[in-house]
């Protein structure tokens, strides 16, 4: 059995909530019989953008992510649901918008905090991966079709086949330790969940101070490299997916003419090191 | 499957399918191209191979559309303020406090009809003045520039004149060393997207985000292509006080620069080019003339002090040793210059103090590195895909339906293509937009035309009021948008205030702050509400081939998808009705309904020999066949940089315009770029802020305006809303409210959104999402702060086009906007002297943190 997946890759969103809106074009003012009543016009983010900035100085970053049901296939929700809260053969979970009425209860049971509560209907909703419209025959979600980056793609595949998609893409799951095994998949999650240390090499070139390029530099923890990379025109450099608080590393640079230096910081958050001077 | 009709509609973000049961619309959505469309074009560049999706891709501010149709804001009768008689007692005075009353159809325009009527008698031509925005809800028909148009020309009226807003320092500054002044001053694009990723090694952004404004009405069309030049290794720089949507998407070095000091960077990097002969001398020597006193001047031969990255230093806030990487970096690779969102031109930085010194360097600093030589141009990839150009389908810039020759580019095709009745505005006095209150609260005013017919045109001063014509005593305002767009709008407060101004008619399609200062209020449809015919993306006029944004070229037939909600009407069928009262109805339909008139503009077009009206309907839109590949326009300025006859489809200059032989060189005197410009030599030459040599200027209202800065030490910017198309999808209860970076809802209320640096908010004691009072001479607005350091320390910034304004007196502060309208707080001065152009982009603020007096509101 074919079954529905979303991949989205952080990496190419851009913030630019085409899908957020069009879920709410979907939704606000529409509802559908036994797949979801009309969303709230404003407050109910089925489909919502988390944005994480992370660096100081002139190497700063956003990144986004966007978050919604996913539509978990050990989830919670269904579970607690009693009858009003199920799970399609292709994957998708609906609540039932008759059944579900009153049914507040179930806000608190996603631990993903997915579920909205609508106060004027009584009911709990969640993004319905827009199954009205894919059981009409549309190929994606409102979401994927509007996005102008592609970075949101619904597929339609056997479980083995995502499973080695999984594999061969690196894709995670949003907090995998819940246990509910979503199937909302991302790309590039590091660049919500982990720091950078970057910097900048530069060196006394006659009287004026000049940016370093090519210099080699190297990231050491507990004495071990654990990655090199070089600087750019600018003397720029960036180690990404480094652990927040993950303590002590130093950073040494070199470079064949103009010199070398060496670093030693505590890390705490993505960090910009603005002048880093190498010394012959 | 559900019931749904699909029917086609277009607007400023793109083309959309628009599913509509039982006269309510469904759903908008994207329009998915199937293969009996025309196939899309195909680049290869460095071993790659580039085709584009197969989807018209849309602005945000599209997808929220159906929220503004069905909105609480909506006008949906003819209404009449409370206090306003127009046999007897008018109180102007109270606009914008009274509330209104709701009248019949009959009524109201008699009203209007009789008022129009009384000030010819009364006053005369001149009396009546007819206001109107930039823009306008996607059309041909229904537009301003086409139905308003013909219906002011028949009434005759005080013409409001824009200033050329989007271009302001190319047209005021950059126009003088190049020409292109029917481009308003700014450079041309085609086939600059294949010579881009075939060729280049740097794109350098300069105030440009396009993935925010994305040039111009061609949705996020041209995010897929800087996918490619970023897939291919071309690196990119971001010259700009904010880290924006496109520096945040694509990365690429961020140089936060202060605002308005970007001419001392631009300055330094050519000083360096020089030093370290980085520049291509070759074309310096043969395309340009007056490099000598130019590099006299970078050298500091001619005042001593030499233009150095040390020297630049402190004013932009950009450390000397980044000023050389870039600068070496730009002397040693091919490199593509993106001067605002468009690429070739724009940029919140032409519309600052300092606007046109910048715009001008941009021109000098492409000089100096060989423009027009492969991989060496303006642009960003968002304009200059490989599209028809032989094609035509009118712009909307091309007048519609007006007749009007002189004001609307009507004359170059649309005039024969689609014979109709002439008309013409007999008055020929005119206030400058900017200047429309003072005009009407001091009785007087002086303005610079916008005119791209000649380099020269701008020079002429002209006066309001004008001898022969009555002072204006009637505002018909179209549209809402004064306080959110026009500089130190707080102004217009007193202007509609007045008591010189009888009558303030209003015809908007949302009752928003402005229309709220009217006496009638005619409620106009949505264009989802009537007929419409349009080209996506094609503005015709000053943005010739501005289609070529796009992937696919579209022409779209709008669709009237729903009956008009309550009572509005089609503007259209407004304008008939008023004029019905003044025996011109016929003069103005030629019996023709919107939908004849979209069929006499189809006809009118290449259209009918690609498909026929009746499938053209159906379908609702066609795709135009990109340009074989053997016929694609060559790169833009390659026959400037080769001195050969000009071979790409502009027509322009206007041919008495070229001084040597047609064809050749380009449209200054000398026919080559200059570093002194003749035309401001002959014309304005002892004007200190505009000398011939681009001398630096710093901003009359930043840094070093030192008594100002002391007290208001943020620099301010107000740029283009990403999310919405200027004030089009803002407000009105719309979905796009929801967007935290458009706007924060806080206790129920929903605030306008101001971007600041941790620094600042440190020091002023304020955390993310605290209300903020942002406030200066000018006035005070409320806003919700966001801190992050996508923002540099010292500047703010927030979008310009808030449809809200929401005044009320604060016990503290006097009065107070809580809706969001920062142009309240931007200088009116115009930011060249002897130019009519804005420099309202930055200006100096305080911020603290705000919260409700005690009193209740009481509306000021
Ligand atoms: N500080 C600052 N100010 C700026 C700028 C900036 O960068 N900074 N940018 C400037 C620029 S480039 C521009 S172009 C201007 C834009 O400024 P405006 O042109 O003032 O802004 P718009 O929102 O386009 O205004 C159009 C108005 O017409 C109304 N309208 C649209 N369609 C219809 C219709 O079919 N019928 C009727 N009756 N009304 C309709 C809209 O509701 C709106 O009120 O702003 C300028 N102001
Ligand atoms: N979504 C959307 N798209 C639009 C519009 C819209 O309202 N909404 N309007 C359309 C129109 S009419 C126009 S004219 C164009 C305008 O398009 P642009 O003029 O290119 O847009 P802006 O947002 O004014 O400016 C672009 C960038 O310049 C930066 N900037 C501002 N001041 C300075 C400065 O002093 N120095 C530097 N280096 N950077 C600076 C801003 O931070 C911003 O990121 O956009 C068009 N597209
Ligand atoms: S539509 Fe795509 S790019 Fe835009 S915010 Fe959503 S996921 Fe990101
Ligand atoms: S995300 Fe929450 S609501 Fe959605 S399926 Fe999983 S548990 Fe249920
Ligand atoms: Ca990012
Ligand atoms: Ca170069
Ligand atoms: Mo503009």
Redesign the interface.
Known sequence: MKKWNLIIDVAKCENCHNCTLATKDEHDGNSFPGYAAEQPRHGADWVKIERKVRGEGTMVEANYQVTMCNHCDDAPCVKAGDGSVKKRDDGIVIIDPDKARGRKDLVDVCPHKAIWWNEELQLPQIWIFDAHLLDQGWKQPRCAQSCPTKAIEAVKILDSEMSALVEKENLRVQNPEFGTKPRVYYKNLHLMDTEFLGGCVLYDNNGTTDCVEDAKVTLLKDGNSIATTATDFFGDFKFDGLAADSGEYTIEVSHPTQGQAAITATFSQSRYINDILLQV | ??GCTRLTTNTNGGPMFVYVKDNKI?????I?FDDSDAESWTIKARGKTFTP?R?G????HA??L??TV?SDKRILYPMKRVDFDPNGERNPQNRGKSGYERISWEEATDIVANEIKRQRKVHGPGSIAMAFGSHHQWGNVGYYLSALLRFGNLIGFTRVVPNPDSWEGWYWGAMHHFGNSMRVGIPGHYGLVEDCLKEAEMIVFWSSDP?STNGYAS??EG??RR?WAKELGI?FVHIDPN?N?TA??Y?G????VKPGTDPALAIAIMNVWVNEDLYDKDYVEGRTTGFDEWKAYLLGEEDGVPKTP?WQEKETGVQ???V???A??WGKKKTYLAAGGLGTGFGGACRNATGSQWARNMILMMAMQGWGKPGVNFGNLQAGTPLDHYFYFPGYAEGGISGELNFTACAVNNYQRMPHVLTMNPVKQMIPRQRLADAIVNGKASGYIWDGSSAEAQFAEFQYPMPGYSPVHMIYRYGSSSFGTIANSDRWVDMYRHDSLECVVNQSIWLEGEAEFADIILPACTSFERYDISDWGNSGGYIHHNTDQLNHRTVVFQHKCIEPLGESKSDYDIFTAVLNKLGLGAMFTEGCSELDWCKRVFESSDLPNYVSWKKFIKKGYHVIPPAPENLRTPAYFRWFAEDRFKDVPEPMPLPSQWSDIAGKGLQTPSGKIEFVSTTIQRNDPNNPERPALNRYVPSWEGTQTTELYDKYPLQLLTSHS??TFHTYGDGK?S???????HRV?IDGYYYWVLRMNPIDARARGLQHHDLVRVHNGRGSVVCAVDV???MAPGTLKSWESCAEVDLFEDPRFGRVDRGGSLNLLTPERPQVKNTEGMGSNSCLVEVEKWSYANEELVRA
């Open positions: 499957p559900d469904v759903r908008m959505t994207p998915d999706l989807q891709v849309i602005n945000p997808q929220g159906k929220s069905y993935e949705g996020l995010t897929q996918f690196d880290l949507a945040q998407l990365g070095r961020w140089i936060p040390e000397a040793h980044v050389r990487a870039l070496r970096a990403r999310y209860d979905t796009l409210n929801d967007i935290p970076d809802c992050s350091p996508l």
